[in-house]
């Protein structure tokens, strides 16, 4: 008989369980929210997003980028209290409807346009800023605001006579156990035993009047919080922080599902998940939770756990809610050094180097993990994420900007058409010039490609070559814009006067309906073909080239 919930799946629930209670105990902290919070949302988000999503191990919980920016919305407006739960609930259910809205339209792959290298510097900025302003609870002080790291830090070597020796001596304990545990893998629940460690070293020193910082009542009420009237919330900065959520929350969630995905070798359904994601954040936004996302560090150890299906999550989010309930009394009593050594432990992933030694090792995207990194710690948290998102489209466009094109020739008696300039033995077709642009044609490339067309002409003419023939290659080009078919003819309009006939060949379903429509003058339909280079050039030099083969070659 087949088990329901597989044992593997269960072990793995509660691995994650571990690590979920100390961190979403710590990023309510850094938004500025009551423990709470981060634990509703924990609970919540990875129930509900089993209901729609169907990948194995991710993990959808209260995120570390998520709460920075809730941090930082509360270090711009001064806000606190009800007023920033307020505005935590309106970001976290606008990040929630445009995850639901996205899923819809079957927007899915959007965060393709996301460079991984932007997000890697991005990711370890974020670290950076969130293990500096978790180092002074670990020397039993109180941490300044998540932009402003150099201050904690500041506050820690001015103020010697604050440390706190038994928070100091617990901290190097508890980052000892966690070494130790990573050095033995994911699979085991290190960082329960930390929390149960912390906790009794807590309570003991507490009977002796030698108690530690601890993160105090936890109140799991589920209960709706008290919203403010509209005119008290500050609604454009509702829209930016709802949307910066969002991004962050869609860049990480893409990254733990994309590893999930590939360790179990499923094929994905990103709409479906970004479906569980939106669900999870209005849910999550209605219980007074903080915004949701499949964690990376808690969804790389339910993978390492062995996680084969969605009960992984199931079971993490019933045992934390299991675990608060019953034990909410000693909850109160865990020190916020050790919250702050497990999370510093989480979040010190992406500072390995591993990840990003692999750019300089390439020797591609270097300036651009440096420079989303820097941003981060310069710009802060909102304001670096805006900087890393217009990194991205900056080096799209660069590229789409900055266009390839490739000269073809036939490779040797095939039917192959390659780069001339890769392969020497590829030689040209007499009359004919063939070219490939080697990215999408669009308004952003079109004046460029054509350009460099004319001056293969120019050099050609020069070197005494006749060419009579331009076919173009069209097989990048999955749709044309006006723009772009305004340069076309305007390119065509030249042609024609130097008695130069242009073909098109692999040219999409779209692109050939529109240019069938457009009528171009010196772009019969006959001379769109949506077959291969050798094709037309076979029929072009079967015909002889006449000056009326547009009208007699059938290339479709």
């Not at 900056?394 to 095939?414: E, F, T, V």
């Amino acid at each position: 008989m087949k088990q329901f919930v597989p044992t593997i799946d269960i072990w793995a629930g509660l691995v994650s369980a571990s690590v979920l209670i100390p961190t979403a105990i710590a990023y309510s902290g850094i938004a500025g929210l009551p423990p709470e919070a981060g634990l509703v949302a924990s609970i919540v988000g990875g129930l509900v997003y089993t209901l729609f999503g169907r990948t194995p191990g991710a993990i959808v919980t209260s995120t570390s980028s998520s709460a920075a920016i809730i941090a930082t919305a509360g270090e711009t407006f001064n806000i606190t209290g009800v007023t920033l739960q307020s505005v935590t609930f309106f970001a976290t259910a606008m990040a929630g409807i445009i995850f639901t809205i996205m899923a819809l339209f079957k927007l899915g792959r959007l965060s393709n346009f996301i460079a991984i290298s932007v997000l890697r510097g991005y990711t370890m900025g974020l670290s950076v800023l969130i293990i500096l302003n978790r180092l002074p609870h670990i020397f039993g002080m109180t941490p300044g605001g998540l932009n402003s790291p150099f201050t904690s830090v500041w506050q820690i070597l001015t103020h010697v006579e604050s440390w706190h020796p038994s928070s100091i001596i617990l901290s190097i304990i508890a980052a000892l156990m966690l070494w130790w545990g990573k050095t033995r893998g994911s699979a085991y629940p290190v960082p329960l035993g930390v929390l149960i460690m912390g906790l009794f070293v807590n309570i003991s020193l507490s009977a002796y009047g030698y108690g530690l910082p601890d993160i105090g009542t936890v109140s799991m009420s589920f209960e709706p919080i008290h919203i403010l009237g509209f005119t008290e919330l500050p609604w454009k900065s509702l829209v930016l922080y709802g949307t910066l959520i969002f991004i962050v929350l869609y860049a990480e969630s893409s990254t733990s599902i994309a590893l999930s995905n590939n360790t179990n070798h499923i094929t994905p359904d990103e709409n479906r998940d970004i479906l569980g994601l939106g669900a999870a954040n209005i849910v999550s936004a209605c219980a007074s939770g903080t915004p949701v996302g499949a964690g990376f560090s808690q969804s790389a150890t339910s993978i390492s756990a062995g996680a084969h299906t969605v009960w992984a999550s199931r079971v993490a989010s019933i045992t934390l809610l299991i675990s608060v309930l019953a034990f909410d009394q000693f909850v109160a009593y865990i020190p916020m050094t050790i919250i702050s050594i497990i999370v510093i432990s989480a979040v010190a992933g992406p500072l390995d180097g591993h990840t990003v030694k692999q750019f300089f090792a390439w020797r591609r995207d270097r300036l651009l993990v440096i420079t989303s990194f820097v941003g981060v710690i310069v710009a802060g948290v909102a304001d670096g994420l805006l900087f890393t998102i217009a990194l991205s489209i900056l080096a799209l466009l660069r590229r789409l900007a900055n266009p390839r094109l490739a000269q073809l020739g036939q490779l040797g008696g095939s039917h192959d058409y390659v780069n001339i300039k890769r392969l020497t033995d590829a030689k040209e077709i007499p009359g004919m010039l063939i070219v490939r642009p080697d990215e999408p044609l669009f308004f952003g490339n079109a004046l460029p490609i054509f350009t460099r067309i004319r001056r293969l002409i120019t050099t050609r003419n020069t070197q005494n070559l006749e060419t009579s023939t331009i076919i173009i290659s069209m097989e990048e080009t999955p749709d044309l814009d006006g723009t772009t078919i305004e340069v076309m003819h305007t390119f065509l309009n030249q042609m024609t006067s130097q008695n130069i006939k242009v073909y098109l060949c692999r040219v999409k379903n779209k692109p050939y309906k529109v240019l069938s429509r457009a009528k171009l003058e010196g772009l019969k339909k006959q001379q769109i073909s949506p077959r291969s280079v050798d094709y037309v050039v076979s029929k072009l030099t079967e015909s002889n080239t006449t000056e009326n083969n547009a009208t007699t070659i059938k290339l479709n």
